[in-house]
């Protein structure tokens, strides 16, 4: 797409979130409104934000776990499933998926009221991310008050939503909560009437722009009503919504940084002397270059997170790495996060990448610098997989098919050089007392491999486990044994622990939790899906504009 192009879509787009923000109050609930006008504006809220989302194209993960009922865990995951594309509201609800013939097609459910036409799992995950659009208003719907709440530091209004008698198929029925000032629904809970029997969800929402609320979150389960052993859950899945903004991602894009009006000076502060590089030095910022028009391309097809404090963190142990193995690396080593689930790092040229999902489940730093070793020792040992993507033709293809154009998984001889050469850098590094926690992580997911195929099979790069093969193997032999049962043995952390996405501008942020101890085995869920309980904070409003002074007239 054009840079003119995404300029008139980015006005188009700025135009309906004015629109929206003008039509809000000024300030909370003034003048008082009763409950009919309150829920008034509520219906009316929820379908400004319908209106917008049919203008928006997000990218959409879902990632499900079938379970069973265990003795001393409560339940445990037996199967897994993964889906990744790109949604639209424009003609009633389509997913383009990322996943090509291995994942999810296209699905549409027409005109947001049947069910989706193919289910996988049983998970009909994308009606919980609008509240029954078109139909929420008093013809469909009974709303009854229940009390105020705060969310975060959002306070709410808890209200109770019954479908009318007769007001036909798929209706929400459950619990909504509306913040007080703009009165939009940011938090859901409840199922579908006709939909699967016992389908629970609990969607939340973001407040992403001043006045807009927008999905972020949604998780449901379905209880296994015919299980012998008591209640228990036949799958849990997540749902993340981000990318909302895709047209302005990639944090490398000429008009999207101002470029200086003289020439930068050199290392030394000196002017540019003018001289051309020679051949030999030219290959380091001709790769230096490719480097960056990978980053770019999968930033703008929402997969990877712009630059931030989530990469210092992961370069700061990198260089912790370098500095005590007195490695010398021109130009230095970078780090970036791929936002998606499934368990995986790779490299290229001098980059380092690691997924949202791997960053999520590690127990510590050292563990996290055994990952980031085997990526630096591709590095140091000159195992590169960017040459290919040198020409920009190769990069031109639809977002899509992003996952299916990038490949940089490297050959058996390389990975095994790799770990050897890891477990060296290792050796001299800070962590190298700290990794029996490290050999435990590998066991657990060593473990969980054939329960959990979806979450360790890579995209990009090399699996964690290929076939029998573990990566770092050999980090697990002066490790204890492996007891699931054991509280204080905290192996890998379940899913959504510590990365944070902005759904609008797709950047991460480490998430505030405070340590909770574990009383129970069934607490500890390594690699496991769990519920979203997001802490809301209300977006500032942007400061007005200051009105440029009128230079005074010349005199005569």
Same mark, same amino acid.
């Given at each position: 797409?054009?840079?003119?192009?995404?300029?008139?879509?980015?006005?188009?787009?700025?135009?309906?979130?004015?629109?929206?923000?003008?039509?809000?109050?000024?300030?909370?609930?003034?003048?008082?409104?009763?409950?009919?006008?309150?829920?008034?504006?509520?219906?009316?809220?929820?379908?400004?934000?319908?209106?917008?989302?049919?203008?928006?194209?997000?990218?959409?993960?879902?990632?499900?776990?079938?379970?069973?009922? /265990?003795?001393?865990?409560?339940?445990?995951?037996?199967? =897994?499933?993964?889906?990744?594309?790109?949604?639209?509201? @424009?003609?009633?609800?389509?997913?383009?998926?990322?996943?090509? /013939?291995?994942?999810?097609?296209?699905?549409?459910?027409?005109?947001?009221?049947?069910?989706?036409?193919?289910?996988?799992?049983?998970?009909?995950?994308?009606?919980?991310?609008?509240?029954?659009?078109?139909?929420? @208003?008093?013809?469909?719907?009974?709303?009854?008050?229940?009390?105020?709440?705060?969310?975060?530091?959002?306070?709410?209004?808890?209200?109770?939503?019954?479908?009318?008698?007769?007001?036909?198929?798929?209706?929400?029925?459950?619990?909504?909560?509306?913040?007080?000032?703009?009165?939009?629904?940011?938090?859901?809970?409840?199922? *579908?009437?006709?939909?699967?029997?016992?389908?629970?969800?609990?969607?939340?929402?973001?407040?992403?722009?001043?006045?807009?609320?927008?999905?972020?979150?949604? *998780?449901?389960?379905?209880?296994?009503?015919?299980?012998?052993?008591?209640?228990?859950?036949?799958?849990?899945?997540?749902?993340?919504?981000?990318?909302?903004?895709?047209?302005?991602?990639?944090?490398?894009?000429?008009?999207?940084?101002?470029?200086?009006?003289?020439?930068?000076?050199?290392?030394?502060?000196?002017?540019?002397?003018?001289?051309?590089?020679?051949?030999?030095?030219?290959?380091?910022?001709?790769?230096?270059?490719?480097?960056?028009?990978?980053?770019?391309?999968?930033?703008?097809?929402?997969?990877?997170?712009?630059?931030?404090?989530? @990469?210092?963190?992961?370069?700061?142990?990198?260089?912790?790495?370098?500095?005590?193995?007195?490695?010398?690396?021109?130009?230095?080593?970078?780090?970036?996060?791929?936002?998606?689930?499934?368990?995986?790092?790779?490299?290229?040229?001098?980059?380092?990448?690691?997924?949202?999902?791997?960053?999520?489940?590690?127990? =510590?730093?050292?563990?996290?610098?055994?990952?980031?070793?085997?990526?630096?020792?591709?590095?140091?040992?000159?195992? !590169?997989?960017?040459?290919?993507?040198? !020409?920009?033709?190769?990069?031109?293809?639809?977002?899509?098919?992003?996952? +299916?154009?990038? /490949?940089?998984?490297? =050959? #058996?001889?390389?990975?095994?050089?790799?770990?050897?050469?890891?477990?060296?850098?290792?050796?001299?590094?800070?962590?190298?007392?700290?990794?029996?926690?490290?050999?435990?992580?590998?066991?657990?997911?060593?473990?969980?491999? +054939?329960?959990?195929?979806?979450?360790?099979?890579?995209?990009?790069?090399?699996?964690?486990?290929?076939?029998?093969?573990?990566?770092?193997? +050999?980090?697990?032999?002066?490790?204890?044994?492996?007891?699931?049962?054991?509280? =204080? +043995?905290?192996?890998?952390?379940?899913?959504?622990?510590?990365?944070?996405? @902005?759904?609008?501008?797709?950047?991460?942020?480490?998430?505030?939790?405070?340590?909770?101890?574990?009383?129970?085995?069934? #607490?500890?869920?390594?690699?496991?899906?769990?519920?979203?309980?997001?802490?809301?904070?209300?977006?500032?409003?942007?400061?007005?504009?200051?009105?440029?002074?009128?230079?005074?007239?010349?005199?005569?």
């Amino acid at each position: 797409m054009s840079v003119s192009k995404i300029a008139v879509c980015a006005a188009l787009l700025m135009m309906l979130v004015t629109a929206v923000a003008q039509t809000a109050p000024s300030h909370p609930a003034t003048p008082a409104l009763d409950f009919d006008q309150f829920t008034d504006r509520v219906i009316a809220r929820e379908g400004d934000i319908f209106k917008l989302m049919r203008n928006l194209h997000p990218i959409a993960e879902t990632y499900v776990q079938d379970t069973k009922p /265990d003795a001393k865990l409560g339940t445990v995951p037996v199967g =897994d499933e993964y889906f990744l594309g790109q949604l639209s509201f @424009d003609d009633g609800f389509t997913e383009v998926s990322y996943l090509g /013939d291995t994942g999810i097609r296209s699905r549409v459910i027409n005109g947001m009221t049947g069910l989706i036409s193919s289910r996988p799992s049983g998970v009909d995950f994308a009606r919980t991310l609008l509240l029954d659009p078109g139909r929420l @208003d008093r013809e469909h719907y009974n709303f009854t008050p229940v009390r105020s709440e705060m969310l975060g530091e959002v306070r709410c209004i808890v209200v109770d939503v019954q479908p009318q008698a007769h007001s036909g198929n798929g209706r929400f029925l459950g619990r909504i909560w509306v913040e007080d000032e703009d009165y939009h629904i940011v938090r859901m809970n409840g199922t *579908y009437v006709g939909a699967r029997a016992g389908t629970h969800f609990e969607t939340w929402r973001l407040n992403v722009l001043p006045h807009v609320w927008l999905p972020a979150y949604s *998780y449901s389960e379905e209880p296994d009503e015919h299980s012998k052993l008591g209640p228990s859950i036949r799958y849990k899945a997540l749902t993340r919504i981000w990318g909302y903004d895709l047209q302005h991602a990639g944090d490398l894009r000429e008009y999207a940084q101002p470029l200086a009006e003289t020439a930068p000076a050199d290392a030394k502060g000196k002017k540019n002397s003018g001289y051309d590089l020679s051949g030999r030095l030219s290959v380091r910022p001709f790769q230096y270059s490719t480097e960056d028009n990978i980053i770019e391309r999968l930033q703008v097809a929402g997969l990877m997170a712009p630059t931030g404090d989530v @990469d210092q963190i992961l370069e700061t142990v990198t260089r912790n790495l370098i500095i005590t193995n007195q490695l010398d690396i021109k130009p230095e080593v970078r780090c970036r996060v791929l936002l998606t689930a499934p368990l995986e790092s790779f490299s290229f040229g001098h980059v380092i990448v690691l997924s949202r999902g791997l960053i999520d489940v590690l127990p =510590d730093e050292a563990t996290l610098a055994a990952i980031l070793a085997h990526e630096l020792a591709h590095i140091v040992l000159g195992h !590169s997989s960017e040459d290919k993507y040198a !020409s920009w033709n190769s990069l031109f293809f639809s977002n899509e098919k992003t996952l +299916q154009k990038f /490949d940089f998984r490297l =050959d #058996e001889a390389q990975e095994d050089a790799a770990n050897h050469k890891a477990a060296e850098l290792l050796a001299k590094s800070p962590y190298k007392d700290k990794l029996a926690q490290t050999g435990l992580f590998l066991k657990t997911l060593q473990a969980r491999s +054939q329960e959990l195929p979806n979450l360790i099979h890579p995209h990009l790069g090399n699996a964690l486990k290929e076939g029998d093969e573990l990566r770092l193997a +050999q980090l697990t032999k002066s490790t204890p044994d492996l007891d699931i049962v054991r509280v =204080d +043995q905290i192996a890998a952390l379940p899913l959504g622990s510590r990365v944070k996405i @902005d759904p609008w501008s797709d950047r991460i942020e480490l998430l505030k939790t405070k340590p909770t101890p574990v009383r129970l085995a069934s #607490e500890k869920i390594p690699f496991e899906i769990a519920p979203v309980f997001p802490y809301l904070r209300r977006v500032p409003d942007a400061p007005p504009l200051t009105p440029q002074t009128t230079p005074p007239a010349p005199s005569q």
